[in-house]
């Protein structure tokens, strides 16, 4: 398949996609993507919020739901996170390149590769968000995100895909990723409601979010006192 570009991202499900651009202490500003899990909760690669080459984590994080750079568009504005989770270790040697697995038990790699931003603002309430799916073994599914090759414009593409048989990945080397892709949601719609059932890692493999369901719940519980005054 092939990668579309998306026109109706101020409609749901598509506005509860995120870019994201991270800014580090060096200066350096490095883009993403990401969707909304809840009110105020953004889930993306840990990657995307965590430099493993330097083990630098940004100084600074910035989610814009359904942004549209030409023409620039913001329509729900942009917001800082205040906090964010993820793991360090996804890339223990500090390569920059991610492995999809082990093969077996335990977690490595793409199995490790997801994190969560936490907002001060119920911004959810707003673009709406999607579920996360820890029960899907294949099917057909929406692989978004923010791709530099298309200007960080919202590109779609859609296809099949199926969980690994040894390892909490999902295999998407069907699907056109790109850099950019990293962090957004591999996702199929039910009943008017996007589910997230993956994050983009690699060009060829997406983090299976039955890895990390049970963590991401926590995290999403913990940040509900930063809103709860709201």
Do not use: C, K
Request: zero cysteines; charged letters at 15%.
């Amino acid at each position: 398949m092939s990668q579309v570009e998306v026109t109706s991202q101020t409609e749901y499900p598509w506005q509860s996609i995120v870019f994201i651009t991270s800014t580090y202490a060096n200066g350096e500003v490095h883009t993403g993507s990401g969707v909304m899990v809840g009110p105020n909760d953004v889930l993306t690669a840990s990657h995307v919020v965590y430099d493993s080459t330097t083990g630098q984590s940004p100084i600074e994080i910035t989610v814009t739901p359904a942004f549209d750079p030409s023409p620039f568009t913001a329509p729900f504005g942009s917001v800082d996170a205040v906090s964010w989770h993820y793991n360090a270790n996804f890339d223990p040697n500090g390569d920059g390149l991610i492995v999809s697995g082990n093969g077996g038990a335990g977690l490595e790699g793409v199995e490790l590769d997801y994190a969560l931003l936490d907002l001060g603002v119920a911004l959810g309430y707003e673009t709406g968000w999607m579920e996360i799916d820890p029960t899907f073994v294949s099917g057909s599914v929406n692989l978004t995100g923010f791709p530099d090759l298309y200007g960080n414009n919202m590109m779609n593409d859609m296809g099949w895909v199926a969980d690994n048989p040894f390892d909490d990945f999902i295999d998407i080397s069907g699907l056109e990723v790109h850099p950019g892709n990293s962090g957004g949601p591999v996702w199929y719609e039910e009943n008017g409601v996007g589910h997230v059932v993956g994050i983009v890692s690699t060009g060829v493999a997406a983090h299976d979010v039955i890895a990390s369901y049970g963590t991401l719940l926590d995290w999403i519980a913990d940040n509900d006192r930063l809103i709860a005054a709201a």
